[in-house]
């Protein structure tokens, strides 16, 4: 392994089939899980191809032993800033501590992140690449979701941000936009609905592709975002989102779709 990768929030999700891609593209990866029984989980499956800390992205000194752990193993090339939490609310209603602390782990965590990123790469001088998840709710809005959408909107020009100020150093910042992902904690609220089989028909209608995506198929992407195949490629926010973002309203298929369906 000649290079390493920090990847936030492994233990479940996208967040470990990242981890799991990079390593398959023979990176040291550096994990931070906030769960511990998650993180152990994590290590054990996957040995010395990954370091796994625990903690909170919130805090400055749990990044920095994230980047140092990961440039004492070999170079840091690549940073994804994954952990997220979803929380709802509006603005005539609003719980100020949910919102104080989804914005510290949606975008503080990530503006930080995107800080010890660059930093390394400044001082390795290696043109590194950074990959933030965001999500469809930073171009679109959604009823109920104030803070969320506002912080992913956040991530999305932190990234823009990133490819203008360090694009001359050589360095890469890309966002991906995920639909609806069956990630655990989406299986876990499918299967808690009143009726689970129309919870997860009315999600995956979400995406003209009517399904949900897989954590896998995010994780093809941020591997490609990362890769030198993608080397002309900066300042993007890519939607993975089985073509929710592509139309504004949702016309049901037309007779002749219907009778193709396979």
């Not at 080397?231 to 993975?240: D, N």
């Amino acid at each position: 392994m000649n290079k390493s990768a920090v990847v936030t929030g492994v233990g479940s999700g996208i967040g470990r089939a990242i981890l799991k891609k990079l390593t398959e593209e023979d990176y040291f990866v550096v994990g931070i899980e906030k769960d511990l029984i998650s993180g152990k989980s994590v290590q054990t499956e996957y040995g010395n191809k990954v370091s796994v800390i625990i903690g909170d992205t919130c805090e400055e000194s749990i990044l920095k032993e994230a980047k140092d752990t990961a440039i004492a193993n070999a170079p840091l090339w690549s940073w994804v800033n994954n952990a997220a939490i979803a929380l709802s609310g509006n603005l005539h209603n609003p719980k100020r501590a949910e919102v104080e602390r989804l914005f510290d782990v949606n975008l503080q965590s990530v503006y930080w992140g995107c800080s010890e990123a660059i930093r390394a790469f400044i001082d390795q001088k290696i043109r590194g690449a950074i990959v933030n998840i965001s999500s469809i709710h930073g171009r679109s809005a959604f009823s109920g979701w104030a803070a969320y959408d506002s912080a992913k909107g956040g991530v999305d020009a932190l990234t823009r941000y990133i490819a203008v100020e360090y694009g001359p150093l050589g360095i890469r910042a890309n966002a991906i936009a995920p639909g609806a992902i069956r990630t655990e904690m989406l299986t876990r609220v499918i299967n808690e609905a009143a009726d689970p089989a129309k919870a997860e028909l009315e999600m995956s209608i979400l995406h003209p592709l009517e399904r949900l995506g897989e954590p896998h198929e995010i994780a093809d992407v941020a591997a490609f975002l990362l890769s030198s195949q993608s080397s002309f490629l900066s300042g993007q926010s890519i939607a993975v989102d089985g073509g929710a973002t592509a139309r504004c309203f949702r016309y049901d298929s037309s007779e002749e779709i219907n009778a193709l369906k396979f």
